[in-house]
Nanobody, 121 residues
Framework: VQLQASGGGLVQAGGSLRLSCAAAGRTISRYAVGWFRRAPGKEREFVSAITRGGDRTDYADSVKGRFTISRDHAKNTVYLQMNGLKLEDTAVYYC???????????????WGQGTQVTVSS
């Protein structure tokens, strides 16, 4: 499975972005899909995930109430709607697919390339 993340960019604090994770090669409907991020000088951390059926979601405490994850099986795509962005959300965001729940960085079957999100003041 090839995962393609997109939608990053430069946004002012308080603004919004929607990231997309599109899969090619195979359907990702059999996988849980998550978003992770790596800020400069920090380790990659979990942001959000959604089960393969879309019936459960999980969020890091730092993004709860601001970010929403969703998936569209017909489009083989997972989205991360990010509202109320803060300076500390600046990072490279990666999407990933796996079979374990809850998701973590150690149980990933496929990683996508990152997309840069930069939040300015």
């Amino acid at each position: 499975v090839q995962l393609q993340a997109s939608g990053g960019g430069l946004v002012q604090a308080g603004g919004s972005l929607r990231l997309s994770c599109a899969a090619a090669g195979r359907t990702i409907s059999r996988y849980a899909v998550g978003w992770f991020r790596r800020a400069p000088g920090k380790e990659r951390e979990f942001v959000s995930a959604i089960t393969r059926g879309g019936d459960r979601t999980d969020y890091a405490d730092s993004v709860k109430g601001r970010f929403t994850i969703s998936r569209d099986h017909a489009k083989n795509t997972v989205y991360l709607q990010m509202n109320g962005l803060k300076l500390e959300d600046t990072a490279v965001y990666y999407c990933a697919a796996g079979t374990w729940w809850p998701m973590s960085t150690t149980d990933i079957a496929y990683w996508g390339q990152g997309t840069q999100v930069t939040v300015s003041s």
